[in-house]
Protein backbone atom coordinates (compact mmCIF):
# COMPACT_ATOMS: atom_id res chain seq x y z
CA UNK A 1 0.00 0.00 0.00
CA UNK A 2 1.41 3.08 -1.04
CA UNK A 3 0.90 5.58 1.51
CA UNK A 4 2.19 8.88 -0.80
CA UNK A 5 0.42 7.52 -3.52
CA UNK A 6 -2.63 7.31 -1.72
CA UNK A 7 -2.69 10.76 -0.36
CA UNK A 8 -4.80 12.88 -1.33
CA UNK A 9 -3.67 16.36 -2.80
CA UNK A 10 -6.06 19.26 -1.59
CA UNK A 11 -6.45 22.31 -4.26
CA UNK A 12 -6.73 25.77 -3.56
CA UNK A 13 -9.45 28.09 -5.33
CA UNK A 14 -7.28 29.28 -7.48
CA UNK A 15 -5.78 26.16 -8.63
CA UNK A 16 -7.42 24.30 -12.21
CA UNK A 17 -6.40 20.28 -12.61
CA UNK A 18 -8.04 18.74 -16.14
CA UNK A 19 -7.33 15.43 -16.47
CA UNK A 20 -7.27 13.98 -20.93
CA UNK A 21 -6.28 10.64 -20.57
CA UNK A 22 -2.93 10.23 -19.32
CA UNK A 23 -1.88 14.07 -19.54
CA UNK A 24 -2.54 15.84 -16.52
CA UNK A 25 -2.60 19.85 -16.74
CA UNK A 26 -2.27 22.31 -13.77
CA UNK A 27 -3.29 25.91 -14.16
CA UNK A 28 -2.83 28.35 -11.56
CA UNK A 29 -1.46 32.23 -10.63
CA UNK A 30 2.10 31.54 -12.06
CA UNK A 31 1.72 29.54 -14.84
CA UNK A 32 0.52 26.21 -16.49
CA UNK A 33 2.28 22.64 -16.08
CA UNK A 34 1.38 19.47 -18.17
CA UNK A 35 2.77 16.10 -17.29
CA UNK A 36 2.44 12.88 -18.89
CA UNK A 37 1.52 9.61 -16.87
CA UNK A 38 1.88 6.06 -17.39
CA UNK A 39 -1.55 4.50 -18.75
CA UNK A 40 -1.32 2.40 -15.64
CA UNK A 41 -2.40 5.41 -12.97
CA UNK A 42 -5.62 6.95 -13.22
CA UNK A 43 -6.14 10.34 -11.75
CA UNK A 44 -9.42 12.03 -10.73
CA UNK A 45 -10.41 15.72 -9.55
CA UNK A 46 -13.69 15.93 -7.30
CA UNK A 47 -14.48 18.82 -5.07
CA UNK A 48 -11.19 20.41 -5.10
CA UNK A 49 -9.17 17.30 -4.01
CA UNK A 50 -7.16 15.20 -6.58
CA UNK A 51 -6.94 11.24 -5.91
CA UNK A 52 -4.08 8.81 -7.46
CA UNK A 53 -5.41 5.20 -8.13
CA UNK A 54 -3.54 2.23 -9.80
CA UNK A 55 -4.59 -0.29 -11.70
CA UNK A 56 -2.70 -2.99 -10.67
CA UNK A 57 -0.89 -4.63 -7.68
CA UNK A 58 2.45 -5.10 -10.17
CA UNK A 59 5.47 -3.55 -8.66
CA UNK A 60 6.14 -1.06 -11.18
CA UNK A 61 2.57 0.56 -10.97
CA UNK A 62 2.99 0.38 -7.29
CA UNK A 63 5.81 2.89 -7.63
CA UNK A 64 4.39 4.53 -9.84
CA UNK A 65 1.61 5.28 -8.18
CA UNK A 66 3.62 7.00 -5.31
CA UNK A 67 5.44 8.81 -8.46
CA UNK A 68 2.83 10.18 -9.95
CA UNK A 69 1.34 11.62 -6.63
CA UNK A 70 4.13 12.79 -6.13
CA UNK A 71 4.47 14.78 -9.43
CA UNK A 72 1.36 16.25 -9.32
CA UNK A 73 2.12 17.62 -6.10
CA UNK A 74 5.01 19.45 -7.41
CA UNK A 75 3.21 20.88 -10.19
CA UNK A 76 0.30 22.13 -7.91
CA UNK A 77 2.93 23.56 -5.60
CA UNK A 78 4.65 25.46 -8.02
CA UNK A 79 1.83 26.76 -10.07
CA UNK A 80 0.57 28.70 -6.44
CA UNK A 81 3.81 29.15 -5.01
CA UNK A 82 6.99 28.37 -7.16
CA UNK A 83 10.32 26.33 -6.28
CA UNK A 84 13.65 28.53 -6.00
CA UNK A 85 17.51 26.97 -5.25
CA UNK A 86 20.11 29.44 -4.00
CA UNK A 87 23.96 28.88 -4.89
CA UNK A 88 27.01 30.73 -3.81
CA UNK A 89 30.50 31.01 -4.38
CA UNK A 90 33.11 30.81 -2.69
CA UNK A 91 36.82 32.05 -3.41
CA UNK A 92 38.76 35.17 -4.40
CA UNK A 93 37.51 36.48 -7.53
CA UNK A 94 34.58 34.30 -7.58
CA UNK A 95 31.30 36.41 -8.85
CA UNK A 96 28.25 36.64 -10.56
CA UNK A 97 26.69 38.67 -12.74
CA UNK A 98 22.94 39.26 -14.61
CA UNK A 99 23.80 40.09 -18.79
CA UNK A 100 19.74 40.60 -19.31
CA UNK A 101 18.15 37.53 -18.66
CA UNK A 102 21.50 35.32 -18.53
CA UNK A 103 24.13 34.53 -15.78
CA UNK A 104 27.56 35.48 -16.35
CA UNK A 105 30.08 33.44 -13.80
CA UNK A 106 33.81 34.40 -13.53
CA UNK A 107 35.49 31.32 -11.02
CA UNK A 108 38.92 31.05 -11.57
CA UNK A 109 38.97 30.59 -15.72
CA UNK A 110 40.27 32.66 -18.27
CA UNK A 111 37.16 33.74 -19.42
CA UNK A 112 33.44 34.61 -18.23
CA UNK A 113 31.15 31.64 -18.15
CA UNK A 114 27.79 32.38 -19.41
CA UNK A 115 24.53 30.47 -18.16
CA UNK A 116 21.61 31.01 -21.01
CA UNK A 117 18.01 30.93 -18.96
CA UNK A 118 15.95 28.07 -20.21
CA UNK A 119 12.26 29.12 -20.76
CA UNK A 120 10.42 29.55 -17.45
CA UNK A 121 13.62 30.57 -15.19
CA UNK A 122 15.02 33.30 -13.72
CA UNK A 123 18.31 33.96 -12.40
CA UNK A 124 18.83 36.55 -9.31
CA UNK A 125 21.79 38.34 -8.17
CA UNK A 126 21.35 40.25 -4.94
CA UNK A 127 25.31 39.92 -3.72
CA UNK A 128 27.72 39.05 -6.17
CA UNK A 129 28.57 35.83 -4.70
CA UNK A 130 24.80 34.75 -4.18
CA UNK A 131 22.40 33.32 -7.10
CA UNK A 132 19.03 32.45 -6.60
CA UNK A 133 17.47 30.16 -9.60
CA UNK A 134 13.96 30.26 -9.56
CA UNK A 135 10.71 28.83 -11.81
CA UNK A 136 7.46 26.90 -11.66
CA UNK A 137 9.55 23.67 -12.65
CA UNK A 138 10.57 21.60 -9.61
CA UNK A 139 12.80 19.58 -12.18
CA UNK A 140 13.57 22.16 -14.46
CA UNK A 141 14.83 24.64 -11.04
CA UNK A 142 17.06 21.69 -9.99
CA UNK A 143 18.78 20.83 -13.26
CA UNK A 144 19.77 24.73 -13.71
CA UNK A 145 20.88 24.55 -10.33
CA UNK A 146 23.24 21.33 -10.73
CA UNK A 147 24.60 22.75 -13.94
CA UNK A 148 25.67 26.13 -12.63
CA UNK A 149 27.18 24.28 -9.87
CA UNK A 150 28.93 21.93 -12.36
CA UNK A 151 30.98 24.90 -13.37
CA UNK A 152 32.99 24.72 -10.79
CA UNK A 153 32.15 22.25 -7.90
CA UNK A 154 33.48 23.32 -4.52
CA UNK A 155 36.90 21.67 -3.84
CA UNK A 156 37.96 19.35 -0.37
CA UNK A 157 41.19 21.45 0.09
CA UNK A 158 40.21 24.98 0.51
CA UNK A 159 36.61 25.22 -0.01
CA UNK A 160 36.55 27.08 -3.08
CA UNK A 161 33.44 26.54 -5.51
CA UNK A 162 30.27 26.80 -6.47
CA UNK A 163 28.39 25.24 -3.81
CA UNK A 164 24.35 25.13 -2.57
CA UNK A 165 23.69 27.63 0.33
CA UNK A 166 22.84 25.17 3.23
CA UNK A 167 25.50 22.68 1.32
CA UNK A 168 28.51 21.29 3.60
CA UNK A 169 31.90 20.53 1.94
CA UNK A 170 33.86 17.92 3.66
CA UNK A 171 37.51 19.27 4.12
CA UNK A 172 40.20 17.46 3.52
CA UNK A 173 44.15 18.14 5.63
CA UNK A 174 46.16 19.22 2.69
CA UNK A 175 49.97 17.67 2.86
CA UNK A 176 52.10 16.52 5.82
CA UNK A 177 55.55 17.83 5.83
CA UNK A 178 58.39 15.13 5.50
CA UNK A 179 59.76 14.34 9.14
CA UNK A 180 63.36 14.02 9.35
Given at each position: MSRIGNAPIDLSSDIEVSVDGDTVVVKGPKGTLTQTLDPRISVSVEDGVVTVARVDDERESRALHGLSRALIANMVVGVMDGYSKELQAVGVGYRGALKGTNLELQVGFSHPVTIEAPDGITFEV????????????????????????????PEPY???GIRYVDEYVRRKAGKAGVAG
Open positions: PEPTKFIVSGIDKQLVGQVAANIRSVRPKGK
